[in-house]
Nanobody
Framework: QVQVVESGGGLVQPGGSLRLSCAASGSFSSIDDMTWYRQAPGKGRELVAS???????NYADSVKGRFTISRDNAKNTVYLQMNSLKPDDTAVYYC?????????????WGQGTQVTVSA
């Protein structure tokens, strides 16, 4: 089995910063793309940032210049550094990992971590 666990969410004032972490564990050979999504109340899930195994990165336009994604392949962990947070960033943040198992790629999701930006 594979487990994906996010951490680091919380309540922060506008303009503040948070760092999210997502660690994958279990039986697998490697991880391809690692992606952060978010879902705000009453809205659909949207891609925030993704990073490939060789470090290729994509960001949603709404977070460019404020968020930074990175990964530690030795720890099977992806991070999301969020700076200059805005109330519109309030959402549940989910991590998705494309995991290689037995010659195939499977997508695993974490349970989500709440980020609330409010004064």
């Amino acid at each position: 089995q594979v487990q994906v666990v996010e951490s680091g969410g919380g309540l922060v004032q506008p303009g503040g910063s948070l760092r999210l972490s997502c660690a994958a564990s279990g039986s697998f050979s490697s991880i391809d793309d690692m992606t952060w999504y978010r879902q705000a109340p009453g809205k659909g899930r949207e891609l925030v940032a993704s990073i490939g195994v060789y470090g290729d990165i994509n960001y949603a336009d709404s977070v460019k210049g404020r968020f930074t994604i990175s990964r530690d392949n030795a720890k099977n962990t992806v991070y999301l550094q969020m700076n200059s947070l805005k109330p519109d960033d309030t959402a549940v943040y989910y991590c998705n990992c494309d995991v290689n198992r037995r010659g195939r790629v499977y997508a695993y999701w974490g349970q989500g971590t709440q980020v609330t930006v409010s004064a």
